[in-house]
């Protein structure tokens, strides 16, 4: 189960984010490097961390990914602090910050996975070493709210990292393959949906550019921060969950207001889980909206991509160039995102 942000908004206010949240570093705050750095690929037998930066974990949900980290042939190690619960957070800001750091200082650790989405790693944001994290470069994936945490470690480090499978995610033989693929094999791979998941081409063609995106209502709240990319010449990928089209429709308002739609050279929209119109009479379809905003923008686009709060979704690399096909829906990684 991944918990919807507005769900936790709308039930706990929004007084609560603030109260624990810690001044922010300044030393922290650091230059995007130019050089993109590319984590250790993972190998049978390597022992993985796995923490909550977000939303509180119930143990029963995560005994699943043991089962599958096995399968896998790795072995795991969990964060100090992974069953803690403060309100719906997996702990303190400061606790769950240092769960990450500890992961990636940690030189028995080879990667990291994150148990659940929900809310929180945008609070933690500025708790992070980034010189660190950089010095110490290693895999770390999940994606709904840790699209935050994605995000800022690349923007802040240049180390690429991956929008795939939570631990409470379901392990569906289509998930484990391409995760094989991309964080085991170092293929360039070429990323398509399973034969019954279609795709809608917004505008036909191809391009390429540096892959970056994640869940939509994070990145919207993100925007203004220092923890978002250049978006110059990127692929944008984008998914989100129990949102209105109308919600949509504001949040992709945000990003062509902010100009980051007009620096694109690509778009894809994966899967919008639970989001139809209460009142389907009185809406504009999600196809209206985002033939709306992104046919003016002239660039390969397309709908429904393997991405996003399903059960066969894709393990994608955030910081990577890649060539897209807006006709087939492919994501072609133009090397390996792994060395």
Sequence with gaps: MVIPRRYLIRTFGLTAIGTQLLPIAQSQILPQSQTTILPRRLQIGDTIALINPAAFTYEKEIQPFFKAAAQLGLKVKLGKHFYDRYGYLAGKD??????????????????????????????????????????????????????????????????????????????????????????????????????????????????RGKLIGGNLSVISTMIGSAYLPDWENSILFIEEVSEEVYRIDRMLTQLKLAGILDKLSGFIFGQCTRCDAEKPQESLTLTQVLSDYIRPLMIPAWYGSAIGHIRDKFTLPIGQEVEIDANSGTIRLLESAVN
Excluded at 167 to 194: C, E, H, I
Excluded at 197 to 206: L, S, V, W, Y
């Design 94 to 207: 400061a606790d769950r910050a240092a769960d990450v750091n500890t992961a990636f200082a940690d030189s028995s650790v080879q990667a990291i996975f994150t148990g659940m989405g929900g809310w929180g790693c945008g609070r933690i944001l500025p708790l992070l070493d980034y010189n660190m994290i950089r010095n110490n470069p290693k895999i770390i994936i999940g994606f709904s709210d840790v699209t935050a945490l994605l995000l800022a470690i690349h923007t802040k480090t240049n180390l690429v990292t991956f929008h795939g499978p939570l631990g409470v995610s379901n392990w569906s033989s289509f998930t484990v393959d391409y995760l094989k693929q991309v964080l085991f094999d170092a293929g360039a791979v070429t990323l398509q949906n399973p034969p019954k998941m279609d795709i809608e081409t917004i505008r036909e063609g191809k391009a």
